[in-house]
């Protein structure tokens, strides 16, 4: 099964901007399929973060962003808060399947 | 307001078999696709298949295909993921999620923690 690929762990101080990366390939991200982006804290279920690439659900901050590019996407955290430490996954639909497919996930720590 | 509520947390030995729910409240069961997702202890998110309750038509992930089996009773609005012979490394929280806009996950169950132990 495919995956996307994402780095382990991004940390930033208070008020800086950190981003996340999400590489996949020509089945899923670059086949032109929407990328979501969830946050898991600890002992909780993932909560949706961003849809469609970009939206934000309601109640969602701005200050979180996301892009789409080719086989990749990113997520952007301005302004980073203690209460942002969590572990962050993409997920992207796969043809090869059709399933979807979850990032490997980054862990991001505020310093 | 949209609810997922999975069953309990559950231990089972090698080999027994198991079938955990997902009851859904406050949207229409059948109309939507909803799905199972694995995580091992310490571990990243896996997805595991999905299910439309309307017509039962299943997708598997290729990893899970075989392993377990994901149905569905549009009467009592309910989801299950089941296994006829666990092993150990089935030890995992399992979260069932409703699948929203362009393939994503919107609403998530609490998730259910099974342990597979001798």
């Known amino acids: 099964q495919s995956v996307l690929t994402q780095p382990p762990s991004v940390s930033g101080a208070p008020g800086q901007r950190v981003t996340i990366s999400c590489t996949g390939s020509?089945?899923?991200?670059?086949?032109?399929?929407?990328v979501h982006w969830y946050r898991q804290l600890p002992g909780t279920a993932p909560k949706l973060l961003l849809t469609?690439?970009?939206h934000r659900p309601s109640g969602v901050p701005d200050r979180f962003s996301g892009s789409k590019s080719g086989t990749s996407a990113s997520l952007a955290i301005t302004g980073l808060q203690t209460e942002d430490e969590a572990v962050y996954y993409c997920?992207?639909?796969?043809?090869?399947?059709?399933?979807?497919?979850f990032g490997t996930g980054t862990k991001v720590t505020v310093l | 307001e949209v609810q997922l509520v999975q069953s309990g947390a559950e231990v089972k030995k090698p080999g027994e078999s198991l079938k955990i729910s997902c009851k859904i409240s406050?949207?229409?069961?059948?109309?939507?696709?909803i799905g199972w997702v694995r995580q091992l202890p310490g571990k990243g998110l896996e997805w595991v298949g999905i299910?439309?309750?309307?017509?039962?038509?299943?997708i598997y992930s290729p990893s899970f295909q075989g392993q377990v089996t994901i149905s569905a009773d549009t009467s009592i609005s309910t989801a299950y993921l089941q296994w006829t012979s666990l092993k150990a490394s089935d030890t995992a929280m399992y979260y069932c999620?409703?699948?929203?806009?362009?393939?994503?996950?919107?609403?998530w169950g609490q998730g259910t923690q099974v342990t597979v132990s001798s």
């Open positions: 997920q992207s639909y796969d043809n090869s399947f059709s399933g979807s497919v």
């Open positions: 299910i439309y309750p309307g017509d039962s038509d299943t």
């Open positions: 469609g690439n970009s």
């Open positions: 999620a409703r699948r929203g806009y362009s393939y994503s996950s919107d609403c």
């Open positions: 020509g089945s899923n991200i670059g086949a032109g399929y929407d």
């Open positions: 406050g949207y229409s069961f059948a109309n939507y696709w």
